[in-house]
């Protein structure tokens, strides 16, 4: 016998899975045919493509089960106890809309018909709008006298701003007392009296909270559901819909608006879950769209604007945080994401770049702004006037990379800049551009840090030759240059001498020959400098006594 009852529970859960499966498509098409009624006029030609769906959805479906209902939550609706809708927003909710009016449950019987669907669904759009005083949703139904449509619903006066929780069996059922008028009251009230009795049973003394408690074996079993539905399988569908609505819209731009607005904060969600996988899909699937497109018409211009989203700097700030979460994080869709970016993403993507620490996400970064820059280097230019330092750094590393001859008319500001490392980073950037950059090198040559003129005079000898005499020599025969550090004294005499010009020479022999009374030490260290430069050089000169 025990046997028999495991095959049949079987073949119950079996058959209750079979038509939660089927339920899935019809779900999503009444939803959508509901929310299309609520979007658009009734005479509008993309319902006729949405109810013809939901007829035929219909159809299919009656040829396996006789009913289909939902039931209704104040900011879900249900099927089988599966959340298959839910928003809270009051003013937009379809199942608020039932709610709020006392409707628990929607039923369809088979059988219904094409014109049935049709009056429902106008009574559902119509509802926002009727006079509170005079009427309501559930009186619409009613007033409609449906063959194959049924609705349950509460009485207003039954739900009270709040609510009795019974303690006992004995609280239970006083609270289910009422006065009934006649014999026929009093039995119903007896037989309700009897019916709660077999239910609870409790044992003598023990509280119904606890005739009531959880198994361990439940409690498991409803976290594993909360958890289902908290990734629905569902999505992907859905947001197929949406394409697809978003591409029959008309030229109500509220629409486009709306549509755009949804996108928006179901990317968002998902970004916050770190959930980057299902954004890059969303994402891919509208570009795939945008590219079959041929004309240039609003649904393209909505769904550009979609994929702009991705690039706005919240949603860089969301993937930036995605990228620091660790080894538990993919790192494949996080790139395909990065992929997806257009130049609109230059400016957040320069703010994330400061932010973060992985050395491996830094040169992700990096590589791509290079690549995103490589034809306009502007909108990463305006990031050297930023007052961050490290910022200002790393664009000048990110230029150095691209090479763009334009970089040099960016950088005039970096030469007196306060950080050293910003000035010597340019200086080495200025190295790429030959006689573009002389310029700007030659004015390094005063730099408050000895290391960087050093390091300007040697750049610009090799870059100007001849060029570079007229200044190296004002700076060596100025009044207090022979007081300099030995070592960038040895590099402007250097760099004198990498200059090739023979006119260099007789002043170069007059330093080496001239003796002082005075900081003798400083001055010996000038001739010796001098008669290494002319050696370099292949003159003859007299040897520093």
């Known amino acids: 016998m025990n046997g028999l009852e495991d095959k049949t529970d079987h073949f119950d859960e079996k058959a209750i899975e079979e038509e939660v499966k089927s339920t899935k498509a019809l779900i999503q098409t009444f939803l959508q045919a509901v929310k299309g009624h609520r979007l658009y006029e009734a005479n509008h030609p993309l319902l006729s493509k949405f109810l013809d769906r939901l007829r035929n959805d219909f159809d299919h479906y009656f040829h396996e089960f006789d009913s289909f209902s939902l039931q209704v939550g104040e900011h879900e609706l249900f099927f089988r106890g599966k959340v298959v809708y839910e928003s809270q927003d009051v003013k937009e909710s379809l199942a608020f809309a039932f709610y709020k009016d006392g409707v628990r449950e929607i039923r369809f019987f088979n059988g219904l018909e ?17 006079n509170r005083l005079e009427d309501d949703l559930v009186t619409l139904l009613w007033e409609k006298d449906f063959s194959h449509i049924a609705i349950t619903t509460v009485d207003d006066s039954c739900e009270g701003s709040s609510i009795f929780v019974p303690a006992t069996e ?64 569902h999505l992907y569908v859905l947001i197929d819909n949406l394409i697809e609505i978003l591409l029959h819209l008309g030229e109500d731009m509220d629409a486009y608006e709306n549509m755009i607005s949804h996108f928006e904060r179901t990317i968002e969600s998902l970004l916050k879950q770190k959930d980057v996988e299902r954004v890059v899909a969303i994402l891919m699937n509208l570009r795939k769209m945008k590219d079959s497109i041929a004309k240039e018409d609003k649904q393209i211009l909505a769904i550009r604007r979609i994929l702009e989203t991705a690039t706005s700097p919240h949603f860089i700030t969301l993937i930036g ?16 994401y990065l992929q997806l970016l257009t130049k609109e993403a230059i400016a957040p993507l320069c ?44 664009i000048l590393s990110i230029l150095e990379k691209i090479g763009n001859p334009s970089t040099v008319k960016y950088l005039g500001n970096l030469i007196t800049h306060s950080d050293s490392k910003v000035r010597e980073a340019t200086l080495q950037l200025l190295t790429q551009f030959g006689d573009k950059g002389k310029d700007l090198i030659q004015k390094f040559l005063k730099d408050p840090v000895a290391e960087i003129r050093a390091k300007a005079s040697l750049i610009l000898a090799r870059m100007a030759k001849n060029q570079a005499v007229k200044p190296l020599m004002e700076i060596i025969l ?40 005075f900081n003798r030490a400083k001055w010996d260290e000038m001739r010796l400098c001098a008669t290494n430069t002319l050696k370099m050089m292949g003159a003859m000169a007299s040897p520093v006594k």
């Open 114 to 130: 094409f014109r049935e669907i049709v009056d429902f669904l106008n009574i559902v759009r119509t509802s926002d709008s009727v």
């Open 321 to 336: 945080i995605a990228m620091r979460g660790g080894e538990e994080i993919d790192p494949k869709p996080i790139l395909q």
């Open 351 to 394: 703010h994330l770049l400061v932010g973060l620490e992985s050395s491996k996400w830094k040169k992700v970064v990096t590589d791509l702004l290079i690549e995103l820059s490589r034809d306009d280097i502007q909108p990463l230019a305006k990031f050297l006037s930023d007052r961050n330092s490290l910022v200002v750094r790393q």
């Open 478 to 517: 100025s009044e207090e240059f022979y007081k300099r550090d030995y070592e960038e004294k040895a590099s402007f005499f250097r760099a004198l001498g990498e200059t090739g010009s023979q006119e260099v020479i007789p002043t170069l022999q007059k330093i080496a020959s001239k003796r002082m009374l």
């Open 170 to 233: 004995a609280d239970l059922l006083k609270g289910l007392e009422y006065s009934a008028p006649g014999k026929e009251g009093v039995e119903e009230n007896i037989l309700i009296e009897e019916n709660v009795k077999q239910t609870i049973s409790p044992s003598p003394g023990k509280a119904l909270a606890q005739a009531f408690q959880l198994t361990p074996e439940e409690m498991t079993e409803i976290n594993r559901e909360i958890q289902q539905e908290q990734q629905p399988e």
